[in-house]
């Protein structure tokens, strides 16, 4: 199976969701690779600082490109974190993937551009995740009924939520999993 993590705007949770979703699945027993696909390359980063610090991740996390993208995926399970704002590699991503998720926080700006990847996933199974979730706000509450009133669009019903602990761990292999290993149940779900 071949996930892919995608939506045109920085900073919304990619590689954070690419990574701990990896994770979830490795713990679940699945072969996995993580295929990162933003030249900034903050996955592979985050690999190398692992194990530089003797707690290397449970799966391969390897750098990809424009070519090697939309390539089919050695691992039962490969998760691809795609860049911001590179819509060649975003759509080579998309067209080969069997499930896109496209992480959005509660901001205007972050569900503009999802709806933009929802668009441009259409022709493949897609949800929105919402991340960077505050519970129990006003702006969760619009965010979910926005996608829940709206046929074009479906969303996971695992929410994210903001917390420093998931920030705290870029660099290092995590023991919690924040809400990414029932996202990994409700995608198994979905898949079945």
Not at 41 to 55: F, I, K, P, R, V
Not at 72 to 94: L, S, W
Not at 141 to 155: K, M, W
Request: aromatic share 6%.
């Amino acid at each position: 199976m071949k996930i892919v993590i995608a939506n045109t705007k920085g900073g919304c949770g990619k590689t954070v969701s690419a990574m701990f979703l990896s994770l979830a699945a490795a713990k679940r027993g699945h072969s996995v690779e993580l295929w990162d696909a933003d030249s900034q390359g903050s996955a592979t980063e985050w690999a190398e600082m692992a194990a530089e610090d003797g707690e290397p991740l449970p799966f391969d996390v390897l750098p990809v490109n424009a070519i090697t993208v939309g390539k089919a995926g050695r691992a039962e399970i490969t998760i691809v974190d795609t860049p911001p704002g590179d819509a060649q590699v975003i759509q080579k991503a998309i067209d080969s993937a069997d499930l896109v998720i496209i992480p959005a926080a509660p901001s205007s700006l972050d569900l503009q551009r999802a709806w933009q990847t929802v668009a441009a996933a259409s022709h493949r199974p897609a949800a929105v995740l919402i991340t960077s979730a505050e519970k129990n706000t006003v702006l969760l509450r619009d965010t979910l009924a926005v996608f829940d009133d709206n046929d074009d669009a479906d969303r996971f019903s695992t929410v994210i939520t903001k917390q420093q602990e998931i920030r705290k761990s870029q660099g290092r292999c995590p023991e919690r999993l924040y809400g990414y290993d029932e996202l990994f149940s409700e995608i198994t779900e979905r898949m079945e």
